[in-house]
């Protein structure tokens, strides 16, 4: 996997995102690596690495749209962060908010006065998918480029949770990827297929 930094993530935008799109995708992967900034992914490695990787994913496959790559960059600060929704939509504004909330399958629920989270809200798999798959294309361009990256690091996790990730991502996300993205959809059954012949409950 090539070294990212800032620097090298935002020479890829070069000419591709103009003035006003890159002051956006600034804005979006600020917010991200500051909502990720204390937080570890299951193999350890620092979290902001994956929704850049995500971002990075779709400008490689050129994929330039400024708001669906802030979309990528900020795709888990409510399910896997703890930003307010009030912050975000101030932010970002109503359509990347409305965006956020459909990819977040669970989310935090926070206290009126004090601000802190009380309870985390989450939706069914059924429920889910349902939406992710009627949302526009931004929405599943990001899942199926979020599931991507996490089928390409989960090598290391125990071999339950790569069944289940295996099982969900065959019901639930190649058909949304097939119908989104062919070359998209081909990736995601790469990946798949090589988890397969390397995870012991597939030999």
């Known amino acids: 996997m090539v070294n990212m930094n800032r620097d090298i993530f935002f020479v890829l935008l070069k000419d591709k995102v103009n003035a006003y799109g890159l002051e956006i995708i600034q804005k979006a992967y ?3 690596k500051s909502e990720h900034r204390n937080q570890k992914r299951r193999e350890g490695e620092r ?3 994956h929704p850049r990787r995500v971002a ?7 994929f330039f749209d400024h708001e669906l790559l802030a979309l ?9 962060g703890y930003a307010p929704f009030g912050t975000v939509l101030k932010l970002f504004g109503a359509r990347l908010y409305e965006q956020l909330i459909v990819l977040s399958k669970k989310f935090p629920v926070f206290n009126e006065i004090t601000g802190k989270v009380i309870v985390w809200a989450k939706v069914s798999n059924d429920e889910y998918f ?5 949302a526009e294309l931004a929405v599943r361009l990001v899942k199926l480029s979020d599931r991507l990256d996490n089928l390409c690091t989960m090598n290391c996790q125990p071999n339950e949770w790569i069944d289940k990730q295996i099982k ?11 119908q989104t993205d062919v ?11 090589k988890l397969k012949l390397g995870h012991s409950s597939y030999c």
Do not use: C, M, S
Request: net charge negative.
């Open 168 to 178: 969900e991502t065959e019901e639930f996300i190649v058909p949304i990827a097939k």
């Open 183 to 193: 070359l998209l959809a081909q990736d995601i059954i790469t990946e798949i297929e």
């Open 130 to 134: 349902n939406r992710i798959i009627q």
């Open 47 to 49: 979290y902001f690495e």
């Open 30 to 32: 600020w917010f991200a």
């Open 56 to 62: 990075v994913n779709l400008i490689k496959r050129d």
């Open 72 to 80: 990528a960059l900020i795709h888990d600060v409510f399910e896997d």
